[in-house]
């Protein structure tokens, strides 16, 4: 705070701006810098919980900035648990937290999609809250090994040149189908939304206009000053185009508010509540870039930056890092009830269609391990069945032999030299299975001492 205080003092201003920020900088030379980079911890922290006072322009420009006394990157190089990247076993239980959430109407389509874009696109949030409907695009081409569907998003470049207009620039980035549904349903809500607001149908050429993430405290505070009949999204708000697109705030509300009201997950490291934070998604999905090989510009792109300049950070990752998830595999159970979302049950006849053998969970072996309470067709396997909130593993079933044959799994990928990636990959299932282990162990002594109440994976 004394830093802080000084910066506040000494530029004589009542808030925090680029300009007085770059002449402290250069007030205090190379020899009192580090000054500047004690205090930019806490702008970033300050901007991401959403207090007035500093925004989004103020934290890129200190991002961009290299510092003498604070390392740049040191976040995402010492996997930093609570401003670094996710590790693989937390993304993976984020989105398919996300998912479930979605299926059992705990959050809405657009704290998923938000989500979804964070952790697949690694691309700042300033560049979502541009997207427009028609920066969604399929395509279909038909060659000899058939027909083959391609599917781009472009996404507003999130520092334009001044000489630009808004969303002038974009980064053309290829998705895979399962993004492209969500964002389509998204954009398909949405235009179901405000056609009910309206005294008839928006056009096509409106539909391509229509903001992927609207405010629509603006759109129907436009609608109620102008009539139902006012074309919303041509013509005069032009002027202003980001009038009907949510702001920093809410978007920040999407992953945060609503996401800490529902989400139980728990973080591996730090045994705390597991926050969302844009900057983590884009720390991890950088990360992971590097993993899979890329560099320089390769990996600059894909961030959505102009120069490789200040992607380093996300290859000079520390060795130590590679061995910390197996060192928990091998270690002590830590808090991971969010690993399994199931409900175990004593036998098959207590689970939900438990009198229906067509429900029965098999491992590879053949081997019952529970019941699934779902009646929607899966077409997954049973290894996906431990992380399904659907799953009701069965007390006195063979749970240690699945462990067996997933770590077995493991320790053949290592051998045949499979990415970090891949073999990371199962991190969830092997907590998830262990914690049914645990749970069986404490149900038994339950059992065992009088006491009739029935555990639950949650």
Same mark, same amino acid.
């Given at each position: ?37 004690? *205090? ?66 705990? *959050? ?146 999407? *992953? ?68 910390? *998830? ?133």
């Amino acid at each position: 705070m004394n830093q802080l205080a000084h910066y506040l003092r000494t530029q004589n201003v009542s808030g925090i701006n680029i300009d007085s920020l770059a002449q402290w900088k250069v007030f205090l030379g190379s020899e009192f810098e580090y000054r500047l980079g004690a *205090i930019r911890g806490l702008f970033y922290s300050w901007e991401q919980w959403g207090f007035k006072g500093v925004d989004e322009s103020v934290v890129d420009w200190l991002e961009e900035q290299k510092i003498r006394g604070n390392v740049k990157g040191k976040a995402v190089r010492t996997w930093c648990p609570f401003s670094g990247p996710y590790s693989s076993t937390e993304l993976g239980w984020i989105l398919e937290w996300a998912t479930d959430a979605l299926r059992e109407k705990e *959050i809405s389509y657009d704290t998923h999609a938000a989500i979804y874009l964070l952790a697949t696109t690694g691309q700042r949030a300033v560049q979502l809250r541009k997207l427009r409907s028609k920066d969604i695009a399929a395509s279909k081409k038909t060659d000899s090994r058939g027909s083959v569907e391609n599917f781009v998003l472009s996404i507003p470049m999130a520092k334009e040149r001044l000489a630009k207009k808004y969303r002038s620039e974009f980064l053309e980035k290829p998705i895979n189908r399962s993004l492209y549904l969500v964002l389509a349903n998204l954009r398909d809500r949405n235009i179901e939304k405000i056609n009910s607001l309206l005294d008839e149908p928006m056009t096509i050429d409106e539909i391509k206009e229509i903001p992927l993430f609207p405010s629509w405290v603006r759109i129907k505070r436009f609608i109620k000053a102008n009539g139902s009949s006012k074309r919303v999204f041509m013509g005069e708000h032009e002027a202003r185009p980001n009038s009907f697109h949510i702001t920093t705030h809410g978007f920040r509300d999407l *992953i945060g508010y609503e996401y800490t009201r529902r989400c139980p997950l728990i973080s591996e490291v730090t045994g705390e509540p597991l926050t969302l934070s844009s900057r983590r998604f884009r720390y991890t999905y950088g990360t992971n870039c590097a993993k899979m090989g890329l560099t320089g510009r390769a990996l600059a792109y894909a961030l959505g930056q102009r120069d490789n300049q200040n992607v380093n950070h996300y290859v000079e990752t520390s060795p130590e890092i590679a061995d910390r *998830i197996n060192e928990l595999m091998e270690g002590p159970l830590t808090v991971i009830a969010q690993a399994l979302a199931g409900t175990l049950v004593d036998s098959e006849t207590d689970a939900v269609r438990g009198d229906d053998p067509r429900a029965r969970i098999k491992t590879s072996s053949m081997e019952n391990v529970g019941t699934c309470g779902s009646y929607e067709f899966c077409p997954s396997g049973w290894r996906s069945c431990y992380t399904c909130r659907r799953f009701q593993p069965w007390l006195d079933a063979p749970h240690e032999e699945a462990l067996k044959e997933v770590l077995q799994s493991r320790k053949q990928m290592v051998e045949a030299g499979c990415s970090e990636l891949v073999i990371h990959s199962s991190d969830r299932l092997v907590l998830a299975i262990r914690k049914v282990i645990e749970l069986c162990e404490q149900r038994k002594n339950d059992l065992a001492s009088g006491n009739a109440m029935e555990g639950e994976c949650r």
